[in-house]
């Protein structure tokens, strides 16, 4: 009788928790059989490593082959546990040396002839193997993923055997990173928006302090134009944040690549989308949304057109920056730290005001009544982008040019570091007490926000909104303290209300 035991990796969200492999041959009728609540995917492994090993011209064993995934209440799901089952029997065989396997993890998926696949999911396994001291041997196709965790100590293979005389001392994986040049994310020019002055100087503040961001005016105005060109104005992402999204996009549908891996996310979901299909699930759940566009720009265009159902799913993410998705048997976790920018019409027609108009008022107040008080009252900033001069349109060398996307960046960047410098983090995330101690206002500056919370009927989280997009306008000025200014201009951003607009 032998015993072998490999390690790997399972999914969980965004985790990825060791599995212990355990293979037992024994004697009896020949036969193989895998516990430890594997899914029907990984129990078709057996049909696939008998097959790859078979034909890799290694002997499998005509005898009780049982193989454990440990810990047995974990679910196990997808071909990542091809390579270590194959090698589990391999080491329980004495075909291949078991000591070799004790600091070493393995994932990947095998074919028929032995060559290995690609799999799900490999940025948080590597992210978790570099915390557990093992090496991780990979799929030469997961590569890409391999060179963005460089505490990491990974290999690569394309097959079976390579990996086997790796273990056998008789080969090297050597693991040649491929050389990732200077990103060039392209994103929309800002100087291609003529006008809105406001709208632009909106923008700027929201990109400065991370601010959420309501566009409403007629169609044609530019609201669409605007908010894709938010992502152009926001300083690039940092290492640890493009690994945290490239790691949602390792375990959802769309797979990664190194195509602009540091560019920001800009999710634009159609307003049909469901709620699972928004904040994720399914089984096992995926990422939706709002975790692909993790620190980046969530963008829903014709908000009110949104079922009211998938709108209240976002009001705890978008405090909390992560969803949680329950099964009975288990709970899985997605980070969800987006910048929210919605943008819809005044009415249902568009064109509220205009002659062309025929909107009764009932029509009016039930259309803007599909977005609920609760999630209003998360929206930082509510801008009104009135349509634009027809003179506007028209070219003319003597119009001075609009400023550019870099040039607007330049002041986002310096205000995004004082605001580094002062509390470690972006304006949007102070809590209640770095408001008290980074937000203070002088006792006539009290009484007008007062005042306009009052008069405009608004909470204590818009309160303290309003207190965060004011302290973002200051660093933009390069102030240290608040003044009537910044102060009057925060209350504006909330002056629009889609009652009245």
């Given at each position: 009788m032998s015993i072998a035991t490999v390690y790997s990796r399972a999914?969980?969200?965004?985790?990825?928790?060791?599995?212990?492999?355990?293979?037992?041959i024994s004697n009896g009728l020949p036969s193989l059989s895998?516990?430890?609540?594997?899914?029907?995917?990984?129990?078709e492994s057996k049909d696939r490593v008998r097959s790859a090993l078979i034909n890799s011209q290694f002997n499998f064993p005509q005898q009780r082959v049982t193989i454990n995934l440990a810990p047995a209440d974990l679910p196990k799901e997808g071909?990542?546990?091809?390579?270590p089952i194959a090698l589990g029997i391999l080491a329980a065989s004495e075909q291949i040396p078991v000591a070799s396997l004790y600091d070493k993890e393995?994932?990947?998926?095998?074919?028929?002839?032995?060559?290995?696949?690609?799999?799900?999911?490999?940025?948080?396994?590597?992210?978790?193997?570099?915390?557990?001291?093992?090496?991780?041997?990979?799929?030469?196709?997961?590569?890409?993923?391999?060179?963005?965790?460089?505490?990491?100590?990974?290999?690569?293979?394309?097959?079976?055997?390579?990996?086997?005389?790796y273990l056998s001392g008789q080969k090297k994986l050597e693991f040649e990173p491929p050389i990732l040049g200077k990103q060039q994310n392209e994103y929309p020019d800002l100087a291609d928006v003529k006008g809105?002055?406001?709208?632009?100087?909106?923008?700027?503040?929201?990109?400065?302090?991370?601010?959420?961001?309501?566009?409403?005016?007629?169609?044609?105005?530019?609201?669409?134009?605007?908010?894709?060109?938010?992502?152009?104005?926001?300083?690039?992402?940092?290492?640890?944040?493009?690994?945290?999204?490239?790691?949602?996009?390792?375990?959802?549908?769309?797979?990664?690549?190194?195509?602009?891996?540091?560019?920001?996310?800009f999710r634009s979901p159609h307003h049909t989308a469901s709620a699972v299909a928004m904040v994720g699930g399914g089984s096992p759940p995926r990422p939706g949304e709002i975790s692909l566009a993790h620190n980046g720009i969530l963008f829903l265009d014709e908000l009110p057109e949104f079922d009211r159902k998938v709108l209240e799913v976002l009001r705890e993410p978008i405090e909390s920056g992560k969803i949680t998705i329950s099964r009975a048997a288990f709970q899985s976790e997605f980070p969800a730290r987006f910048q929210l920018v919605a943008a819809m019409n005044p009415c249902p027609c568009g064109y509220l005001g205009q002659s062309r108009c025929h909107c009764t008022e009932d029509q009016v107040r039930r259309y803007r009544a599909r977005i609920s008080g609760p999630l209003m009252d998360r929206i930082d900033m509510l801008i009104e982008v009135p349509p634009v001069a027809k003179s506007m349109l028209r070219p003319s060398e003597n119009r001075t040019q609009e400023e550019s996307s870099a040039k607007v960046q330049q002041r986002v960047l310096l205000a995004r570091n004082r605001q580094i410098e002062r509390a470690g983090k972006v304006n949007y995330l102070l809590d209640n007490k770095e408001l008290e101690e980074y937000c203070q206002?002088?006792?006539?500056?009290?009484?007008?926000?007062?005042?306009?919370?009052?008069?405009?009927?608004?909470?204590?989280?818009?309160?303290?909104?309003?207190?965060?997009?004011?302290?973002?306008i200051a660093d933009l000025a390069n102030s240290e303290h608040i003044e009537t200014i910044h102060l009057s201009e925060a209350i504006g951003y909330r002056r629009l209300d889609t009652r009245n607009t």
């Open positions: 999914l969980t969200g965004i985790d990825a928790p060791v599995v212990t492999i355990e293979v037992h895998i516990v430890g609540l594997a899914e029907m995917a990984v129990k071909g990542r546990f091809d390579l393995f994932i990947g998926e095998l074919g028929l002839a032995g060559e290995l696949r690609s799999v799900r999911g490999v940025l948080p396994t590597l992210i978790a193997v570099s915390k557990s001291g093992r090496q991780l041997v990979l799929p030469e196709a997961n590569r890409d993923e391999a060179v963005l965790i460089n505490d990491a100590d990974s290999r690569v293979a394309s097959h079976l055997l390579d990996i086997c005389a809105q002055a406001n709208a632009r100087r909106a923008l700027e503040v929201a990109a400065a302090g991370n601010h959420s961001l309501l566009l409403t005016g007629p169609p044609g105005t530019g609201k669409t134009m605007l908010a894709s060109r938010l992502p152009g104005i926001m300083p690039e992402m940092e290492q640890s944040e493009a690994v945290e999204s490239a790691a949602v996009l390792s375990i959802s549908r769309t797979g990664f690549t190194c195509d602009n891996w540091r560019q920001r996310p206002l002088s006792e006539s500056n009290y009484q007008l926000l007062e005042q306009a919370i009052s008069r405009l009927g608004l909470s204590a989280r818009a309160y303290h909104r309003i207190l965060r997009v004011a302290r973002t």
